[in-house]
T-cell receptor, first 112, second 112 residues
């Protein structure tokens, strides 16, 4: 069935370091892809999305490019801040297209 | 602007007890979802609704029931709670199949 797979965490970085969180998907066709972020004690919120192949989603300095050749949607940021410490989830629609299915989440911890 | 509100935020139950989680949204969204979040498992979809009076099963529906009698409310019921249902429950809503979900702050349920 359709699924998303994220790299295992936690990811621990120093402030201003480069961030990559890997995400790959399995699906029939080319689903829209999403990154959500969950800050401590809060619900998830949409960070960015891409709706078709080669699209690049971006927000708050984060970017992800939809690559159908490698079925990937890796999240990147050039210079992380302490305030980026959170759990990041990759997601896509389920096969019926009616709800999102999420990866297991990757915890990012940034220290100053 | 409240967005998505979940009640209660915390609850402790004994095995076999029943309870209902209430989710209310004030954004006039058609679609509503219940997810559970467990360590190492990410978010898993329990049930969802694509409109008033409709519900559908997600990935992990067993042991839960839902109702959507009013467009703004989505109730999640546990008829006979089990320790395996100890989790953080998130409600979310969306305007359509855009993939942009708005989440509540979560309800932490412990079943002893």
């Amino acid at each position: 069935g359709d699924s998303v797979t994220q790299m295992e965490g936690p990811v621990t970085l120093s402030e201003e370091a480069f961030l990559t969180i890997n995400c790959t998907y399995t699906a029939t066709g080319y689903p829209s892809l999403f990154w959500y972020v969950q800050y401590p004690g809060e619900g998830l919120q949409l960070l960015l999305k891409a709706t078709k192949a080669d699209d690049k989603g971006s927000n708050k300095g984060f970017e992800a490019t939809y690559r159908k050749e490698t079925t990937s949607f890796h999240l990147e940021k050039g210079s992380v801040q302490v305030s980026d410490s959170a759990v990041y989830f990759c997601a896509q629609f389920n096969q019926a297209g009616t709800a999102l299915i999420f990866g297991k989440g990757t915890t990012l911890s940034v220290s100053s | 602007n409240a967005g998505v509100t979940q009640t209660p935020k915390f609850r402790v139950l004994k095995t076999g007890q029943s309870m209902t989680l209430l989710c209310a949204q004030d954004m006039n969204h058609e679609y509503m979802y219940w997810y559970r979040q467990d360590p190492g498992m990410g978010l898993r979809l329990i049930h969802y609704s694509v409109g008033e009076g409709t519900t559908a099963k997600g990935e992990v529906p067993d042991g839960y029931n839902v109702s959507r009698l009013k467009k703004q409310n989505f109730l999640l019921g546990l008829e006979s709670a089990a320790p395996s249902q100890t989790s953080v429950y998130f409600c979310a809503s969306s305007y359509g199949y855009t993939g942009e979900l708005f989440f509540g702050e979560g309800s932490r349920l412990t079943v002893l």
